[in-house]
């Protein structure tokens, strides 16, 4: 079962957990429902779609509404210790939660337990966390961007907000940054890097660069990162290696985006809704490539 772990930005949304589906353009979970625009409902929007392509079972989310201020994330984080033991979970995606290293240490601890360790993925807030907690090595799989591979990079930050001018500015020193996050023990086993071209690496530097169908005005939309990690971890839990997983997932991210005809005013969900197209045509010739 693949796991989605994340916060919505309203107060009024409740801690739920359960399947979770696309109706009306929205995520719907139980009785509620939430916009995708970007963020954790957005990687939602893009995993849901890319598992109904695939046949698989939908992804199992749990959220709670969280502005910024904890009180849905610590909800989330208390849960998570209490259950996440008996969960039958085999891929868990963490997005953005209120990064709190104590939290995050007992998250690690209760996944520890569990019977078989599921692949973890990070993304956004718990990337964060688990950076400053010194525990990026137990991640399978970070999805930063290019500002989040300059705060794993920096060993002094102790936040993206403090992230050192002098490597915020380096946007195409890439091979550097994953260097040295790498070196400063900042980095899963993979990272795959979002931006104008999509990087896989591990700690022995680039594996892959993936710039196929490069628009400038996707760089300007907001939530097409979310979405890459989102078809990657629907990817993952297919059994799909994460090598292959996160490359097949960056062409594809990127052609759905190019079909949506992008301009900077282009909304998210005018991307989602040419993911099954995209997976279509990625996987067709990546079938035909391997006979």
Not at 100 to 127: E, Q, T
């Amino acid at each position: 079962m693949l796991a989605v772990i994340g916060t919505i930005p309203d107060t009024a949304f409740p801690m739920v957990k359960g399947e979770v589906f696309l109706e009306n353009e929205m995520i719907r979970i139980r009785d509620r429902s939430a916009p995708v625009n970007r963020g954790t409902a957005a990687l939602i929007a893009a995993a849901v779609k890319t598992s109904e392509f695939l046949g698989q079972s939908l992804p199992f989310a749990c959220l709670a509404g969280d502005i910024g201020l904890g009180k849905g994330s610590r909800r989330i984080y208390q849960t998570l210790v209490k259950e996440i033991g008996s969960a039958e979970i085999t891929t868990i995606v963490f997005h953005y939660l209120q990064p709190d290293v104590d939290w995050h240490n007992k998250v690690l601890f209760a996944i520890d337990d569990m019977s078989k360790r599921p692949i973890l993925i990070a993304d956004a807030g718990f990337m964060y966390a688990a950076k400053m907690s010194g525990q990026a090595g137990a991640y399978d799989l970070f999805t930063p961007d290019m500002g989040e591979l300059a705060f794993l990079a920096d060993e002094k930050a102790p936040h993206p907000f403090y992230t050192r001018g002098f490597i915020l500015h380096e946007d195409n020193r890439a091979s550097e940054l994953i260097s040295r996050a790498y070196a400063n023990e900042n980095a899963a086993r993979y990272l795959l890097v979002k931006g104008r071209e999509d990087y896989l690496a591990d700690h022995e530097g680039i594996l892959a660069n993936v710039k196929i169908h490069i628009n400038e005005s996707m760089e300007a939309i907001g939530g097409t990162g979310d979405t890459l990690t989102g078809i990657v971890a629907a990817f993952v839990e297919s059994g799909m290696k994460i090598k292959d997983a996160a490359i097949t997932a960056a062409k594809v991210n990127r052609l759905a985006g190019y079909n949506a005809k992008p301009t900077p005013a282009t909304q998210v969900t005018e991307i989602i809704n040419h993911i099954p197209s995209a997976l279509s045509e990625i996987l067709r010739n990546k079938k035909t490539a391997a006979t």
